[in-house]
């Protein structure tokens, strides 16, 4: 299928429209239409929060939407998860201007998947040239400093490097399905301490607490009510401005509930804690957690433990828990490659930072290796 030479800029994503978009899309609940545009409508992701929609679509011959990329304009670096806060200071100092700089990403939301949309019967590699193309295009018409394109599948990043793009590496903790039946099973593939210390966790987790998982119709507003309680009081304690308000998680229920695995936790008839997940095609992607009252070891819990249980009952082969957080080695969420690659137009700032990551780069490759067989709670093959 030949594509138009035309690369549109669209400001809002319902420009290009649910069919359209999803067409190109994969599946990841997080790059898919009604995440994005949930994210636009509740006012969450918008040019006064500092992300300014600057989606890029490009038609076929018939006119038919053939590939989309989300993008944003960006004046500052929060809700990111990969860190160029030094490479902004460094260029100001230097008396550059790093904002406004382009973003393709799935918003506060540091998961693996698809930056570069392509409808499965066009020719995937002429539509991302030609997505990549629009986006350089773009930082140069609105004299933006860089683009970035985070936590894209390893196949785009390989592809953004051919492509010339700087290529950066770093670690997540992810748990693997190596096709396990039953939660017992996963235990019985670690190491005799290991198990025990999680059976523990999970006994003392579970004293006194009721734990209830809802998804789709089982979803209420007064759920969301108790979870958003939860939200802001992590929020609140960890960044002191959360990212979502409470119209995006009744959006997301009313357009995604079947995609949510919303975990409660309840003691005496009181909710008092809850873990979101959203189910992908291939994996369970944890996102938020919050609680108004500690109960030892609830946390893991409900974002490590209850997630794996399902997981494995949906049979999903990985699990997603967020960024951060080593002591989710132990728990049987091994360090894992995720990616991101970057176009920085002033060959000033652009030297600097290629140096700078042909030496990160293998230094985390490093890091995962030593602290997989350092800390891996699983048993060593004889």
Known sequence: MTLANEVRVHRRISEI?????DACADGNPFTSFDFLDALEETSCVAPQAGWGPQHLSVADEDGRIAAVMPLYAKGHSQGEYVFDHAWAQAYERAGGRYYPKLLSASPFSPVTGPRLLVRQDVDGDAARRALLGGALGLCEQRGAS????TFPTKADWEWLGEAGLLLRQDQQYHWHNAGYATFDDFLAALSSSHRKSIRRERRDAQDGVEIVALTGDELTEAHW???FDFYMDTGDRKWGRPYLNRAFFSALNARMADKVLLLLARRGGRWIAGALNLIGPDCLYGRHWGAIEHVPFL??????????????????????????GQHKITRGYLPTPVYSAHWIADPALREPVRRYLEQEMPAVAEEI??????????RRAD
Request: glycine residues 6%.
């Open 299 to 324: 946390h893991f819990e409900l974002c490590y433990y209850q997630a794996i249980e399902h997981a494995i009952r949906l049979g999903l082969p990985r699990v997603e828990a967020g960024a951060q």
């Open 17 to 21: 429209g649910r069919e359209a978009w």
């Open 225 to 227: 009510d108790a979870f």
């Open 369 to 378: 290796e030593a602290v997989t067989e350092e800390y891996s709670p699983f």
């Open 146 to 149: 860089s683009v970035h394109i």
